[in-house]
């Protein structure tokens, strides 16, 4: 398979294989089958449902599960074949997939919280389940007796969950825009350190162990990039999209970032190259151009008998700056800028033709995306959203045909 994709003339852009429908309200959770032509969805229509690709192209629902209350969140472990479904509830239950995908069978029922279930995790090694909670918490649970080892409580929603297994540490966003790292004992746990960079709720994380790299995408639109083992706090923000970033995934061996929003947008940044970091803004009483009083700065109107004038801020420097010297825009990929944004005029005058080349592609997934996952080894990804509807797409084209070994396209 993967000489056709090579042989396939380069769209550039993602090709969409198939759309899957029958759930009768928002999809919460689509998650493709490893080394097979399979999804795996979650909906708040409280089903959870098996499709599997039939010799027609068409995906047919092998098995369709009704459970108790709307299903909020979903994790699948491939080698042991367990699904962990989190609830609208504040329960998680566990099922077991026979080898031909047919049958699921229940395990048992994890009373994780008191409220919507948002993110699950499963730590085979140490047999945790480890979820977040509208109920402003985090847990950890044993699967092997059921019982609850631990929570953490935050001052927020815990929207949404990473989790370093090696380390046992946990990143948990939360609806104040804040990130928590927190170190998992066995009943206890200890915060590390919070992240404080996004001006809306974090939406979600991606966690990659081998860079020690911490992305973060939110309701403001943006996306960070944090260095958790250079302990350099942010070091990138990248603004492309023009909606609430809903889900990432960084592919390490391409050094690409997709990443989705909620307007259906598709974005792949390439991040195999040296960005610059956005300046913390400067704050100033005064235009740090032409020195004249922006309108709080009452002493120095009334010294001047001038209005005061509105601030800004240059994205290119961080200056605090009036509008007339800022009366340009440029986008500025290099530091993450991918349309057009305020630069003072000096900054405007700097940035050449060459340093307006965009370093990301975006694509049009034409459906409200809320949850997105990708089988890198293929290159495949899955997006499901309010629309009821999940798509999956072949990303090959944009995330490096290398990554295509054996997705059968039949």
Request: charged share 20%; aromatic share 10%; net charge neutral.
């Amino acid at each position: 398979m993967a000489a056709e994709i090579h042989s396939r003339p380069q769209s550039r852009r993602p090709v969409l294989l198939s759309k899957v429908e029958g759930h009768q309200d928002a999809v919460s959770a689509a998650l493709l089958i490893p080394k097979e032509d399979g999804v795996i969805t979650a909906g708040e229509d409280r089903t959870i449902r098996v499709w599997l690709k039939r010799d027609s192209g068409q995906y047919w629902p092998s098995i369709y599960h009704t459970m108790s209350s709307p299903c909020s969140a979903m994790a699948y472990h491939h080698d042991s074949r367990r699904i962990f479904v989190g609830q609208d509830n504040g329960a998680i239950m566990e099922f077991h997939i026979s080898e031909d995908f047919n049958k699921m069978n229940f395990v048992k029922t994890y009373p994780a919280h008191q409220n919507r279930v948002s993110a699950i995790t499963f730590c085979l090694a140490s047999e945790w389940l480890i979820s977040t909670g509208h109920d402003k918490c985090i847990s950890w649970m044993c699967t092997r007796s059921g019982s609850m080892l631990g929570r953490h409580y935050f001052t927020s929603w815990a929207s949404c969950l990473q989790y370093d297994h090696e380390t046992q540490h946990a990143f948990v966003g939360d609806y104040s825009g804040q990130i928590t790292l927190l170190k998992l004992e066995q009943n206890t746990c200890s915060v590390i350190t919070t992240l404080k960079g996004h001006e809306g709720s974090i939406t979600s994380l991606w966690w990659d162990p081998v860079q020690r790299l911490l992305f973060s995408g939110a309701s403001d639109h943006s996306i960070i990039m944090w260095d958790i083992g250079g302990r350099k706090g942010r070091t990138l923000l990248l603004q492309g999209h023009h909606d609430k970033v809903q889900a990432i995934c960084y592919i390490q061996l391409t050094r690409q970032l997709v990443s989705c929003s909620a307007d259906g947008g598709i974005a792949v940044w390439n991040m195999d190259i040296s960005r610059e970091e956005a300046p913390q803004w400067l704050e100033s009483d005064s235009c740090q151009k032409c020195e004249q009083p922006f309108f709080w700065n009452i002493k120095q109107m009334w010294d001047t008998k001038t209005i005061g004038l509105r601030q800004h801020h240059c994205r290119k420097c961080g200056q605090a700056v009036c509008g007339k010297c800022s009366t340009k825009r440029s986008s500025y990929p290099i530091m993450g800028f991918e349309f057009q944004v305020r630069v003072c005029d000096s900054c405007f005058e700097s940035i050449k033709d060459e340093d307006r080349t965009s370093l990301a592609t975006f694509h049009e997934g034409k459906h409200n995306i809320s949850h997105m996952s990708m089988d890198i080894s293929r290159g495949l990804m899955v997006t499901c959203g309010s629309d009821r509807i999940v798509k999956i797409w072949d990303m090959t084209p944009v995330v490096g045909c290398s990554l295509a070994t054996g997705f059968s396209s039949r």
